[in-house]
């Protein structure tokens, strides 16, 4: 196990290489020059070729992004073009929104998805079944903006601000700043309506997936054999069924974080949070290449580890799989 860990955490290296060096490129080969953004009006070519020699946006691009990362390696992620903040310190105040942001919408999907397959699964080809896959079908084609726009019309504006509409309210502790103070029931009060809007898709997804897992495990000879002991039906499903059923909805749980990023820019977009996604998208459209790459790196990362999380997880839901 230690090997295979040690193995993966290996390959992270070049994968994340790979990314950031494809975002990297990209981000210099579109349109827009984020030097005529900062001068503005007080723009002069002498300006110009001044800030370009300070940024390092004179050389080459093979030669930035050399540079870029002996900055990486020593702990330097850039310093934002057009703030003037450390890009680090901005990526750090800002995780925590988009991690609390994923991590409740899986569990709003997860809080879904395993009852209504269940249901599903046990009372095959009845109105409960049915009901559940109907009800997966509509979620999964329910866009995040238009789930999110729906909450906000109804518990913003029909309900008179029930929930609040836009803004964040931090945990106690994860506050970046000394002049706020942090409320568990502020944030949750923010963080309900976008978790939910962000995890409505995701449920109906797996739903569908677990349902169909269930039915298949519970036909299996294990299973019957559970029953034939006597063991009631709870323990039986629970114990038994479930936990080899939810192998592979970990495997799509997994890859559905690469989903949960980009519908973060868009939920995280229409509630006014301040979090990786809206980040990013500020960074993509003001050319800021340093915020783009740390974006870019932190999402990498993520990802990566997330996927190796997944790989882990198989061990703990079924015993016999096991790495050399």
């Given at each position: ?8 955490l ?13 975002v ?11 030097v ?44 934002s ?21 994923i ?81 568990v ?22 739903t569908?997936l677990?349902?169909a ?6 036909r ?11 063991l ?9 069924a ?26 995280e ?37 997330i ?18």
């Amino acid at each position: 196990m230690r090997t295979y860990v040690l193995r993966r955490l290996i390959e992270i290296v070049p994968t994340i290489l790979m990314i950031t060096f494809v975002v990297f490129v990209m981000m210099r080969s579109i349109p827009g020059d984020p030097v005529v953004a900062l001068l503005g009006d007080a723009y002069t070519e002498e300006d110009a070729v001044k800030v370009r020699t300070e940024y390092g946006l004179d050389k080459p691009i093979l030669v930035q992004y050399v540079i870029w990362l002996g900055k990486l390696v020593q702990g330097d992620w850039g310093t934002s073009i057009l703030s003037g903040r450390p890009v680090l310190k901005d990526v750090m105040v800002r995780f925590p929104v988009t991690l609390e942001l994923i991590v409740l919408s899986m569990a709003v999907a997860l809080a879904i998805a395993i009852p209504a397959a269940i249901i599903g699964a046990l009372r095959q080809n009845t109105w409960a079944d049915y009901s559940a896959t109907s009800i997966a079908m509509i979620g999964v084609s329910i866009p995040e903006f238009f789930a999110g726009v729906l909450l906000l019309l109804i518990f913003s504006v029909a309900m008179h601000g029930t929930l609040p509409s836009s803004g964040w309210i931090y945990l106690p502790g994860t506050c970046p700043m000394l002049v706020c103070i942090g409320s568990v029931w502020g944030n949750a009060m923010h963080v309900l309506m976008p978790a939910i809007a962000l995890g409505i898709g995701r449920a109906a997804l797996l739903t569908r997936l677990l349902r169909a897992s269930m039915l298949e495990v519970i036909r299996t000879e294990y299973v019957t054999t559970a029953r034939a002991k006597g063991l009631a039906e709870r323990p039986v499903v629970l114990k038994h069924a479930l936990k080899n059923a939810l192998i592979p909805t970990v495997t799509v749980m997994g890859l559905q974080v690469g989903f949960l990023i980009g519908g973060a820019i868009v939920v995280e977009t229409l509630f006014a949070m301040p979090g990786l996604g809206t980040f990013g998208i500020d960074a993509i459209i003001a050319r800021d290449y340093q915020q783009v790459q740390g974006f870019a790196l932190i999402t990498a990362f993520a990802f990566v580890m997330i996927n190796l999380i997944v790989d882990l997880t198989y061990s703990v839901l079924d015993p016999r799989i096991r790495y050399a």
